[in-house]
């Protein structure tokens, strides 16, 4: 089977009426997980992201409260999953302002949680790709939000004399 374009879905649906479309709906959302609370997202709460975004930060919160103590290689794995699940409600935003938001949350716990990311350089990695997302994020926003997105995320950059990263080169230059 080929898949259609998403010009001749649209075109399609244009065309369904509006009972066929519910019924549409409902069947993605029986299928898949991922429809079924894209749908929550959309229906019940697109109208209040600041509401949407303090559930995720406690989702966040839950995620780093279960992190294991010792063992990076755990520690590892669960930090993976809460950075999984917390840009799968990132996508369903598709805001930029979110995005940010909650990667600096993300970011700012990973610091606070007590990890010695110098240690790990898969833990740093993962902390600096996120860095560099929380930027390109923020580049696309007012001035107005840059300008406090910014002071946040100066405020989580590594120490530059244990980090020999190239991203930091990127912050020095602002």
Do not use: W
């Amino acid at each position: 089977m080929k898949t259609a374009t998403v010009h001749e879905l649209k075109q399609e649906l244009q065309e369904s009426s509006h009972a066929r479309l519910l019924e549409l709906c409902l069947r993605l959302a029986r299928f898949k997980k991922e429809n079924k609370e894209l749908l929550t997202y959309l229906l019940f709460e697109a109208h209040n992201e600041e509401g949407y975004i303090t559930s995720v930060k406690l989702i966040i919160d839950e995620g780093f409260d279960t992190l294991p103590k010792s063992g990076a290689y755990l520690q590892k794995k669960s930090l993976r999953k809460t950075l999984r699940i917390t840009n799968k409600y990132i996508r369903y935003t598709g805001s930029r302002q979110a995005e940010a938001a909650l990667l600096l949350y993300f970011c700012s716990r990973l610091r606070s949680a007590g990890i010695d990311l110098e240690k790990s350089t898969v833990l740093m990695n993962l902390y600096l790709q996120q860095l560099k997302k929380i930027d390109a994020a923020i580049a696309t926003l007012h001035e107005d939000l840059q300008y406090d997105f910014r002071k946040e995320l100066e405020a989580l950059q590594p120490v530059e004399a244990k980090s020999k990263s190239p991203f930091l080169k990127l912050f020095r230059k602002r």
